[in-house]
């Protein structure tokens, strides 16, 4: 005997899964850098630049808040029930990622890292504002399906972040098989890992949620397995 699980469970089971890890990874990194305190930094900090410390700050404090506000922007029943809350918490959503985003980009700069990890934050970075931008432009023009696609494309980009830190937690116990693994290994693999599938996720659902039923409603013939 099969048991299905209906689709709308299904979903709401994929949402609260999203909403769970986004929400403790956030609040566990704005706890470690509302402190202030440069010594409970997680990632090696530049010797050489005393603004560096400052940089994670200003990152991870209004990207933990987009990090907060991205999954009940997705629920639908809020947004139905109340669209002023779901317009405010969208404004607070954009200024935050500006910020953060910004912020990433000179954090990048200062990284010990290496090249590879520089040059796939500064791509996620560039990527972030260019999704927001269309996201929000579309939404301003009234095409919710568009400002639908452009959002889920841009919090996939957001949600990078929990699957990073997925992957680093996996990095650090395969240390103890591995000790030559180095923290920057570890990091890079992690920090191209998490933008590669959350991208690939994200299409998926951009093409069988959103762009799929649409083509479906416009050419019946299709569905119905005639050539059009
Ligand atoms: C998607 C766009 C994002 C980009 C481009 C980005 C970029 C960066 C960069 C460049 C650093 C510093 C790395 C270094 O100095 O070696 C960093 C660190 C950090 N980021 Fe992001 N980030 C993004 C999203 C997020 C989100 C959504 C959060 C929410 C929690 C977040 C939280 C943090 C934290 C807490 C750190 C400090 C390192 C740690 O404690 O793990 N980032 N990020």
């Given at each position: 005997m099969t048991f299905a699980v209906p689709r709308r469970s299904r979903r709401r089971i994929a949402w609260a899964a999203v909403a769970v890890s986004a929400v403790g990874v956030a609040l566990f990194s704005a706890a470690t850098y509302l402190t202030g305190d440069p010594t409970l930094s997680r990632i090696p900090l530049n010797?050489?630049?005393?603004l560096h410390y400052l940089t994670i700050v200003l990152h991870a404090l209004p990207a933990s808040l987009v990090l907060l506000i991205g999954p009940f922007q997705f629920a639908q029943q809020l947004r139905a029930r109340r669209p002023k809350l779901h317009r405010v918490l969208g404004r607070v959503y954009v200024v935050s990622m500006i910020f953060a985003a910004v912020a990433a980009l000179v954090a990048a700069t200062f990284s010990v890292d290496g090249i590879s990890s520089q040059i796939a934050f500064y791509l996620l970075s560039v990527a972030w504002l260019y999704t927001l931008y269309r996201g929000y432009t579309f939404i301003r023009q009234g095409q919710i399906q568009l400002h639908r696609i452009w959002m889920i494309r841009n919090y996939a980009l957001s949600f990078a972040a929990v699957v990073l830190r997925g992957f680093l937690g996996i990095g650090a116990a395969m240390q103890g098989i591995?000790?030559?693994?180095s923290f920057a290994d570890i990091y890079t693999t992690s920090a191209w890992g998490s933008i590669t599938i959350c991208v690939v996720v994200a299409e998926y659902f951009v093409l069988n949620r959103t762009i799929a039923p649409l083509v479906r409603k416009r050419q019946p013939g299709e569905r119905a397995g005639i050539p059009s």
């Amino acid at each position: 005997m099969t048991f299905a699980v209906p689709r709308r469970s299904r979903r709401r089971i994929a949402w609260a899964a999203v909403a769970v890890s986004a929400v403790g990874v956030a609040l566990f990194s704005a706890a470690t850098y509302l402190t202030g305190d440069p010594t409970l930094s997680r990632i090696p900090l530049n010797p050489g630049i005393a603004l560096h410390y400052l940089t994670i700050v200003l990152h991870a404090l209004p990207a933990s808040l987009v990090l907060l506000i991205g999954p009940f922007q997705f629920a639908q029943q809020l947004r139905a029930r109340r669209p002023k809350l779901h317009r405010v918490l969208g404004r607070v959503y954009v200024v935050s990622m500006i910020f953060a985003a910004v912020a990433a980009l000179v954090a990048a700069t200062f990284s010990v890292d290496g090249i590879s990890s520089q040059i796939a934050f500064y791509l996620l970075s560039v990527a972030w504002l260019y999704t927001l931008y269309r996201g929000y432009t579309f939404i301003r023009q009234g095409q919710i399906q568009l400002h639908r696609i452009w959002m889920i494309r841009n919090y996939a980009l957001s949600f990078a972040a929990v699957v990073l830190r997925g992957f680093l937690g996996i990095g650090a116990a395969m240390q103890g098989i591995f000790p030559t693994l180095s923290f920057a290994d570890i990091y890079t693999t992690s920090a191209w890992g998490s933008i590669t599938i959350c991208v690939v996720v994200a299409e998926y659902f951009v093409l069988n949620r959103t762009i799929a039923p649409l083509v479906r409603k416009r050419q019946p013939g299709e569905r119905a397995g005639i050539p059009s």
